[in-house]
T-cell receptor
Framework: KAGVTQTPRYLIKTRGQQVTLSCSPISGHRSVSWYQQTPGQGLQFLFEYFSETQRNKGNFPGRFSGRQFSNSRSEMNVSTLELGDSALYLC?????????????FGQGTRLTVV | AQSVAQPEDQVNVAEGNPLTVKCTYSVSGNPYLFWYVQYPNRGLQFLLKYITGDNLVKGSYGFEAEFNKSQTSFHLKKPSALVSDSALYFCAVRDPMFSGGYNKLIFGAGTRLAVHP
């Protein structure tokens, strides 16, 4: 069974640009969550989607947005990039929305903003 | 507020010795607790979880963790460490009482485990 797939693995963008990251969950998983990992702030929750609906959003500015498609694939978008957006962005999928199921993570997208 | 604390930035242990990585949590209700491991330039790999029941849970690669409700702790343990266990370990919690979203994980800051030959 294929794991969570994130594309691209690496990105270099310039300040002010926008970027779209993609995540394909494990087959059959309908819940997708996104996290930002930085050395200073650690792992922080961005948002969660289930059945194409955003269920929860972390404490990030409106420049960070996401969506989920009918096949459960998800994208996140960051507009007007800032240097501080440089991070590893991790996507996780879960089988159910009940919190007792473990999340499976992709390898992440390393975003560098210059 | 929900939170997770991993009091040690780094744990050093000799190969073959037992290891413990500490984690304490704060939630309003009964927690769901998880341990993940991260190798360089990789995502997080699930090790084990505590949902309910037996306080000692066993997971992947010989790891286990003990849930202690009175001490609000969920320490990760392994009887005999391997050099290949060297990685970054994260403890995480979900609070079932949190109504905003069921799958949001709150992570600790991480503990770097270094196993020396």
């Amino acid at each position: 069974k294929a794991g969570v797939t994130q594309t691209p693995r690496y990105l270099i963008k310039t300040r002010g640009q926008q970027v779209t990251l993609s995540c394909s969950p494990i087959s059959g998983h309908r819940s997708v969550s996104w996290y930002q990992q930085t050395p200073g702030q650690g792992l922080q929750f961005l948002f969660e989607y289930f059945s194409e609906t955003q269920r929860n959003k972390g404490n990030f500015p409106g420049r960070f947005s996401g969506r989920q498609f009918s096949n459960s694939r998800s994208e996140m978008n960051v507009s007007t990039l800032e240097l501080g957006d440089s991070a590893l962005y991790l996507c996780a999928s879960s089988l159910r929305v009940q919190g007792d199921t473990e999340a499976f993570f992709g390898q992440g997208t390393r975003l560098t903003v210059v | 507020a929900q939170s997770v604390a991993q009091p040690e930035d780094q744990v050093n242990v000799a190969e073959g010795n037992p290891l413990t990585v500490k984690c304490t949590y704060s939630v309003s209700g009964n927690p769901y607790l998880f341990w993940y491991v991260q190798y360089p330039n990789r995502g997080l790999q699930f090790l084990l979880k505590y949902i309910t029941g037996d306080n000692l849970v066993k997971g992947s690669y010989g790891f286990e963790a003990e849930f202690n409700k009175s001490q609000t702790s969920f320490h990760l343990k392994k009887p005999s460490a391997l050099v290949s266990d060297s990685a970054l370990y994260f403890c995480a919690v979900r609070d079932p009482m949190f109504s905003g979203g069921y799958n949001k994980l709150i992570f600790g800051a991480g503990t770097r485990l270094a196993v020396h030959p």
